[in-house]
């Protein structure tokens, strides 16, 4: 076997330079292999395609390796590790019977570019041959071989080729290592008239020790000011508590700024009834109570309630559903709950401010039977996270959002507001988590220790057509999922977050792990008898059936074509260029933010993000789609890779709900109702909307900085039919 990646990376060049200057011809054994686009669901094969380059007296062979979608309950399929799985498909075409190299068959092999491990995909047969991989960078290999069981290959290479994320390499570019100036970054220092000292009142982000630096990004600042509570001392905020309404019920939620203690660290900050998070609300399926929010901060506000299905004017969102609720004001908001499941309320106005500094809750709408397994004790779980100094936060830009490119990634992780969370459970036995993201922008990748079982049985609006184990939670902002745990014996459990973050100055996939919490189980003996029916994997005949009537659906043609992309203004000569080398690759997810100082110093005033409809053009709030009450409408959303910054987008869409009913093409093989979605970098997902709700609904981005750098529009459905006729 060939040891050497000099080796093969040469071979590599020599074979690209020969076949340009002899590019192969079509013969007998069929067409020309290539990562042309074949449909228009097809992810974007710059990103998920690898053409296979041949050997140099092999030059009529043609190869390529289609990355495609795995399916997964959560749209992006990781392992417990972070690391990103692909099923490959490799086709093949003009090589030379084996024979005639003096060889048997032709294999095909993945490896990594240090040549360990090496992954055997299996016998090429027909000119084809499907495997599957979890590897960061990896390469493909086609060898021709006599023995087809061994487990490294043995014979000669006759096709290769790396894969797109192989494009990421140490950055030389000295503008960037050693600082330059520009229009917008002169070498004195000045950005848009902001120092860059700290004397303008920002403190520096904390860079994160692993990462690579770029010394002429350390001097950037955001071109806003610093937004900080005014005023104080405040009271100390309490931990959230449980609040159970009756149908009729009347909530009063005042929004207040209060103090906080995290990790040693004094912050002032808001919360609902002085709580963090705020009041968790428990209500019955059907039921109707009213919330009196006073607005007792500094900015205008509007509350909310993210993924019921309620009359359009208590939405919540300013400017469309309702006048923005200014300070010392008061408003009502009328909310039912037709759907039993797990949801969340939050700020809607300056979310990248009023969110991230604590103004959410949760709501748990219960049933009567209820509908899931029976279980030993019930958890709502909301996940966030903070940017924090070693004495403070850093805190959110007043003008406009800092943080617009990739949106403000914290440091410090926060369950149920608290970043040292502890869950006991006085025996073994089961646990059902109704799990939320409110952090801005950080899509989490939650696990337990191996050995300990977990199944997934519902997310945002209800349960899965069938139930599934897990090894973890994919979760981004705004989702929600709810699954199972069997606990067997005593002993304590973290709550693990891990990824695999990407180093893009120094070239490298790094693993990251941090710790939620942990679940610490008592008692003594064998699990309680609530685990004995835990080990089935059960079936939702009732929510197939439900599903059964927009199944006419899943074949035709799409009624929209939404487009995901960007644009990028008057930013900083350094940043520029770090992001054109940047963009010679995008990870389906950004895990992390691995890139602060550029991230911070963007702001809503340089960065524009779009939602475009492919048809007419028209971007965000110049989008014009109406449907009437009981359509369904079949939307293609597709998330362009050839921008600037491309990266993942989690889209919600306001007081209806949704079936994901195919990923490039692939059809999602275990339905739930949906509200929000999170679609990669450079793929496409044609999702069913159920129009069942009457008004003007606002479709965005959930990543607070993108929904405030412009990415957001209104989908308007009239009750009745005639609206399209006019």
């Not at 040549?115 to 090429?124: A, D, K, N, Q, Y």
């Not at 809750?361 to 899931?372: C, F, R, S």
């Not at 939650?446 to 994919?474: H, Q, Y």
């Amino acid at each position: 076997m060939i040891r050497s990646l000099s080796t093969i990376l040469t071979l590599a060049l020599t074979a690209h330079a020969v076949a340009a200057a002899n590019p192969p011809t079509a013969g007998a054994q069929g067409p020309t292999a290539t990562c042309d686009r074949e449909n228009a669901v097809q992810p974007d094969p710059d990103l998920y395609c690898i053409s296979l380059i041949p050997v140099p007296d092999l030059l009529d062979a043609t190869g390529t390796v289609r990355l495609e979608h795995l399916p997964t309950p959560f749209g992006v399929a990781v392992t417990r590790d972070g690391v990103h799985r692909y099923r490959l498909d490799l086709r093949v075409a003009h090589l030379p019977a084996p024979e005639a190299l003096g060889y048997t068959r032709y294999v095909a092999w993945a490896t990594t570019p240090m040549l360990r491990p090496v992954i055997r995909l299996g016998e090429v047969r027909g000119g084809r041959v499907q495997g599957e991989v979890a590897l960061e960078k990896f390469m493909v290999v086609v060898t021709a071989e006599d023995d087809v069981d061994r487990d490294e290959w043995a014979g000669r290479i006759v096709l290769r080729g790396m894969s797109a994320s192989s494009r990421v390499l140490p950055v030389d570019d000295p503008v960037m290592l050693m600082g330059a100036g520009s229009p917008n970054q002169p070498s004195g220092g000045d950005h848009a008239g902001h120092s860059n000292t700290d004397a303008d009142g920002w403190p520096v982000p904390p860079m994160d020790p692993e990462q690579t630096m770029l010394p002429g990004m350390m001097a950037l600042r955001p071109d806003v000011a610093p937004y900080r509570v005014a005023g104080g001392p405040y009271p100390p905020a309490r931990p959230s508590e449980q609040r159970r309404l009756e149908d009729g019920d009347t909530l009063r939620l005042v929004a207040a700024p209060v103090a906080r203690s995290i990790g040693g660290r004094g912050l002032t900050m808001f919360a609902f009834n002085g709580q963090y998070p705020g009041p968790a609300i428990r209500v019955v399926r059907g039921s109707r109570i009213v919330v009196q929010f006073e607005n007792g901060i500094g900015l205008p506000g509007a509350i909310h309630w993210h993924g019921l299905r309620l009359e359009n004017p208590s939405d919540g969102v300013p400017h469309l559903t309702q006048d923005p609720v200014e300070p010392g004001g008061t408003h009502f908001y009328t909310l039912d709950f037709p759907d039993q499941g797990i949801y969340w309320y939050h700020a809607h106005h300056r979310e990248d401010i009023q969110q991230e500094l604590g103004l959410y809750g949760t709501i748990l709408v219960e049933e009567d039977p209820a509908p899931w397994n029976k279980v030993d004790t019930e958890n709502v779980l909301i996940l966030d996270d903070l940017l924090l100094t070693p004495t403070g936060a850093v805190p959110p830009g007043a003008e406009a959002a800092t943080h617009a490119l990739m949106g403000r990634f914290g440091n410090t992780l926060l369950v149920n507001g608290e970043s040292d969370y502890r869950l006991d459970l006085p025996r073994p036995g089961t646990a059902r988590f109704f799990l939320a993201n409110a952090s801005n922008t950080r899509t989490f990748n939650l696990s337990l220790p191996d050995g300990i079982a977990m199944k997934l049985v519902g997310s945002d609006l209800g349960l899965f057509e069938r139930e599934e184990w897990i090894e973890s939670v994919v979760i981004a902002p705004g989702e929600r999922y709810v699954f199972e745990v069997l606990f067997e014996r005593p002993g304590s459990f973290p709550l693990i977050n891990r990824v695999q973050a990407l180093d893009k100055v120094g070239g490298r996939f790094l693993a990251a792990v941090d710790t939620f919490g942990v679940v610490r189980v008592g008692g003594e003996g064998a699990a309680s008898r609530s685990a004995n029916g835990f080990e089935p994997l059960r079936d939702n005949p009732a929510v197939t059936a439900e599903f059964d009537p927009y199944r006419e659906h899943l074949d035709r043609a799409p009624d929209h074509t939404l487009q995901l992309s960007m644009q990028v203004g008057d930013l900083p000569f350094s940043v520029m260029t770090m992001m054109r080398t940047d963009s010679a690759y995008f990870h389906p997810v950004e895990w992390s933010g691995t890139m602060e100082m550029m991230n911070w110093a963007s702001t809503g005033r340089d960065v524009r993000w779009i939602l475009r409809d492919a048809d007419t053009g028209h971007e965000n709030e110049a989008i014009d789609w109406r449907f009437s009450v009981g359509e369904v409408a079949k939307i293609r959303i597709v998330n362009e890779r050839g921008v600037l910054h491309a990266m993942h987008h989690p889209i919600h869409l306001h007081g209806q709900r949704f079936l994901v009913i195919s990923r490039n093409g692939v059809p999602v093989p275990n339905l739930v109702w949906k509200d929000t979605f999170i679609l990669p970098v450079g793929e496409t997902a044609d999702v069913l909307v159920e129009l069942s709700n009457p008004g003007a609904w606002m479709l965005h981005c959930h990543i607070a900085e993108h929904l405030e750098s412009g990415m957001r529009t209104v989908l308007h459905v009239d009750p009745s039919s005639a609206f399209l006729q006019e």
